[in-house]
DNA sequence: CGCTCCGTTGAAACGGTTCAACCCACGTGG
DNA sequence: CCACGTGGGTTGAACCGTTTCAACGGAGCG
């Protein structure tokens, strides 16, 4: 199975005339990999726009130590790839199949010109990286202003929003992984993770956390208390 | 003197026909603001797009403690505020006049018709937009991989770079802004720079900054050395 | 059974921040 | 003209959060 007759289905493309869909449609190559699988390494040439189809890709950078930051984790329906596409030039993170995939491939050139046909589409790119945007200025407000905690907090309250479980969060991604994505590394993680455990915060069972005390982890996020 | 007169100067309008550039000129307020004030604050709601006409412009975000990321320092020519015009929404950050500055404001109503009417102006945003996405990737890489020395010494050889002045570079802000735009507070960014001096790798004369080695430099942005 | 992978825990080391003192250049006002 | 305050910059010492290194435990699997 997968979405490709759906096209419209995707944020990206919605609200196109059928004409543009059918566009995009006859230029659009899908593209298959397995887990751990490159897609492309940043400061590669920027040879068109992706979009993740089934499963979920991982968008990361890499230290020359090897200390891994994860950007996004992109499920279906999200494009990326598209930095590149606009700003020219090379890829600024590198991308892999965090599970297996499919992905949609639109070349640059073909994608190019059906954004010049029909603005609507160039209205949702827009939007689409007018988020991300967003997103980043979060990211970095955490890394330098927050510690550890306080992202971790964030996160997990997030989680619990998005997935509108209530206060039962199942952690999708390993706790190696969510180290990577908050920016820090997985003892750590597990450190404050049994610390939030010890004062209420959270209860903590397997990959699934029951959050306790959410206005306490508001507060942690904030910054207005620390972990003792 | 401004430089209202010359909208296609500004390169997010460059390449626009003359009747889309009359649009925009109708629609444009100026406005002024003295060093220190205010231009918008995170979380209010986006109202339209600034862009920076006389003077620099600073965006930035403050944490509960009182420490500050500073993201852009905008001169003329730069767009800001357009992440909250697309996305909907409010403003991810803060802005302020960085010294005393003139911006051009165009109200969101009015800029997005003129988008709607011209997809040139809708290319030009987008590349503008993924410059930005770039420049957020390069930034948290280097909060989350790199050490404040490394990312100084990427910040002198960028800056060694733009100036095209050879390896004599002036800095523009004072080092308690640098240090916040270095993610970092100006004690350690001292420190940091005698460290550098007594290395051998730069000579500090007050604002002006000496790149005696280049390829240490080089070395230390990427991490392959450490400052000892 | 023995292997690997992931997560956890402890102790030591490190980088950066905090707090405090101090210097210097500069401008203001007595 | 000098005294004084102010803001930017520097330096030292203590402190703190995070990382590093190493060891260990359990789950899953050939």
Redesign the pocket.
Known sequence: MDRCGRLEDIPLFEDLESEQLQDLAQILKKQNFTRGQRIFTEGDEGNGLYVVDLGQVKIFKISP?G?EQILHIFGPGNPFGEIAMFAGESFPASAEAFTDCQVLFFSRHGFLECVRKDPSLAFNMLAVLSRRLRKFAALIEDLSLK???GRLAAHLLYLSEKDGAGDKVKLEV???HLAALL????????????KMNRQGLIE?NG?TILLLDPDGLEDLAEGEV?LT
């Open positions: 130590a200390k510690e550890v905690p390993s706790k190696g920016g820090t590394i997985p003892e750590t993680l597990s450190r404050i993770l049994a903590v990959s620390k």
